[in-house]
């Protein structure tokens, strides 16, 4: 492995970043779990990433364009350090809803300014139709439905938006888009939970509960046991904290929320926001609970990004930047040398 | 029409530019309505006027670069563009962004589709095991657009792209089905996400929405009207930003005094 190589691999027989060639045969390298950058020349590939003359046969050179995917942990960093930016950070089990949520979102801007935003831009318009794109007639299915986020391709969505009167500045927002996987091992190991970093940069943790659990006696109480695991697992290794805002989102609200006639359903959500505002509301800045479905039923009458009205507003307007002075314990102040150290998953 | 001046314009053509073959090739298509062809891959060239700025009397060369719209679809798709058309991005001061009301592909959700289908009390089809994956093509137009925009605006730091001006052509379709249509209007309820790009970017870029008819009609259905006109100039039909009418030089007009 060379020392000057750009990507490099923590298997040393890897080839990566001689031929850039992946052993594991990932096809989009940062893919694989044993790929990670060498910081030292992070910064050149950095600035040098768009603009390069691609390598072609061809005669006339042609000039690589920023993808449009979304953005790695280094290309987030570049948003954050010249923009203004809300990090929101979407967790949660896997099938609890955060892509699809995400998803949501970006096509309500397709039709109409939302909640009082307008649309002003977005690094990641491919990456957003690409997890849209089960959502659409063209995907050829009949149900709409949301790709999985696969374990090893995190990335950050990109999005900006304008409040609709103009009269404040433009807001970026970059939005995680984890696997359920990820954060399952956060949950079983303090090393794993450690090695989400992005975690102490986010403005707001969102915890998705899948609502389509908590309306089954035999899931609800497993869905959460994963949610306080995740919070406490979160606080106690130092990545949350009373910086952080936390808002739980009770998913799916057309499934669990029509099962009027179950009153253990809606005492089991009530007994949830009770006993997590016990444990942990004095060690956060802020915990809020909101019911949402990102894509409801056609059959519950309810209107898509259901429930969104009071948090997306939250998203854009509020950060614990502000709320106290931010105070790193040393050792963290150590850990974190860049900002982009912020955004990566620290590597095992 | 800036050979002709016959009618009220807000450019004038200060001198014939020396090769001039290809824009009276089709300036003589356009006149003897005959179809004008589009450009394709392989046969972009610039075009290149020494223009007056009536109002002012400022004196502009331009450059018009006249490129197949395949080509932009394959720098969406591809995401690269050749090393001379990166030098005309760098040094472009505005934009004319042409959108072809026909062809604009809209988002098409399921949830919609099954709710149009309820509506017409048909039963819907079971799930289907067709998996189609994603390519560029499937995306809808207003995104492209914006990214489109998105790439060339933002490629220089600070960009000197002030002035983006939106031509909804053939406008005499939309009028066909809406007579009082405008085009700002028409951009808000068909393209959405690009109306709003353009209004929340505007401390970076100014733009307008024009509704442009080169041909004034069908050439198929109404030629004999059309080509009864004296001055052919008047089959030109233009609306935005209060410009005279048929007067098709008022988008470049706007972009050069930025």
């Known amino acids: 492995m060379s020392e000057l190589g750009l990507s490099k691999c923590k298997k040393n027989d890897c080839t990566i970043d001689t031929d850039g060639k992946c052993l594991e045969g990932f096809s989009e390298v940062e893919e694989c779990p044993n790929f990670f950058y060498n910081e030292q020349a992070q910064a050149l590939e950095d600035d040098s990433s768009s603009g390069l003359l691609a390598d072609s046969a061809e005669a006339e050179s042609m000039i690589i364009l920023p993808d449009g995917l979304g953005l790695s942990f280094s290309a987030a960093a570049k948003v954050t350090r010249a923009n203004l930016t809300r990090v929101i950070v979407l967790a949660g089990a896997v099938g609890s809803g955060k892509t699809t949520l995400l998803s949501s979102i970006y096509e309500r801007f397709q039709e109409d300014p939302f909640l009082g935003y307008k649309f002003a831009g977005s690094l990641s318009l491919i990456g957003f139709e690409q997890i849209c794109h089960l959502s659409r007639v063209a995907s050829g299915k009949v149900r709409p439905d949301t790709e999985r986020t696969k374990q090893g391709s995190e990335k950050f969505l990109h999005l900006r938006v304008h409040s609709d009167n103009l009269e404040k500045h433009l807001q970026d927002l970059l939005f995680s888009d984890i696997s359920g996987e990820t954060f399952r091992l956060a949950c079983e190991s303090t090393e794993e939970c450690q090695r989400l970093e992005f975690l102490k940069r986010a403005d707001h943790l969102v915890l998705f509960i899948d609502g389509e659990k908590l309306a089954l006696n035999n899931k609800r109480q497993e869905a959460f046991a994963d949610a306080d695991v995740l919070i406490r697992s979160c606080i106690e290794a130092g990545m949350i904290g009373n910086r952080t805002f936390l808002e739980v989102l009770f998913s799916k609200y057309d499934i669990f929320g029509e099962v009027k006639k179950d009153k253990q359903t809606a005492e089991f959500v009530q007994y949830i926001e009770r006993t997590l505002r016990e444990n942990y509301e004095d060690k956060l800045a802020c915990l809020k609970f909101f019911k949402i479905a990102a894509r409801p039923n056609q059959a519950s009458k309810l209107e898509s990004s259901y429930g969104l009205e009071d948090v997306f507003p939250f998203w854009v307007e509020g950060t614990p930047l502000y709320t106290q002075t931010r105070k790193y314990p040393a050792k963290q102040v150590d850990n974190i040398k860049r900002e982009f150290d912020k955004y990566s998953i620290k590597q095992s | 029409m800036l050979r002709a001046g016959d009618i009220p314009v807000s450019l004038k053509l200060k001198e014939f530019p020396a090769q001039r073959n290809y824009i009276l090739d089709i300036a003589s298509d356009w006149v003897s309505g005959r179809p004008v062809g589009r450009t394709v891959i392989g046969a972009e060239t610039e075009v290149c006027l020494k223009l007056e700025v009536l109002e002012t009397g400022r004196i502009v060369e331009t450059f018009f670069p ?193």
């Open chain 2, 66 to 258: 006249d490129i197949s719209g395949e080509i932009f679809y394959h720098q969406f798709a591809e995401r690269q563009w050749e090393n001379k058309y990166d030098v005309l991005v760098s040094n472009a001061t505005g934009i004319l962004l042409f959108i072809y009301p026909e062809k604009v592909a809209p988002m098409a959700t399921i949830s919609d589709a099954n709710l149009l289908v309820e509506e017409l009390g048909e039963n819907g089809d079971d799930d289907s095991n067709e998996n189609v994956v994603w390519s560029a093509d499937l995306v809808p137009t207003q995104v492209q657009l914006v990214d489109l925009l998105q790439l060339h605006i933002n490629h220089t730091n600070p960009t000197k792209i002030r002035r983006v001006a939106v031509i909804v052509s053939a406008w005499d379709t939309v009028q066909k089905y809406n007579p009082s249509a405008v085009p700002d209007a028409w951009l808000k309820a068909e393209l959405p996400l690009l109306h709003q790009y353009l209004i929340s970017n505007a401390r970076q870029f100014s733009s307008l929405v024009y509704g442009v008819s080169a041909l004034g009609g069908s050439l198929e259905d109404d030629a004999e009207r059309l080509l009864s006109n004296l001055k052919p100039a008047e089959r030109i039909i233009i609306i935005g930003n209060d410009c005279k009418p048929h007067d098709i030089t008022a988008p470049i007009t706007w972009l050069l005094q930025s």
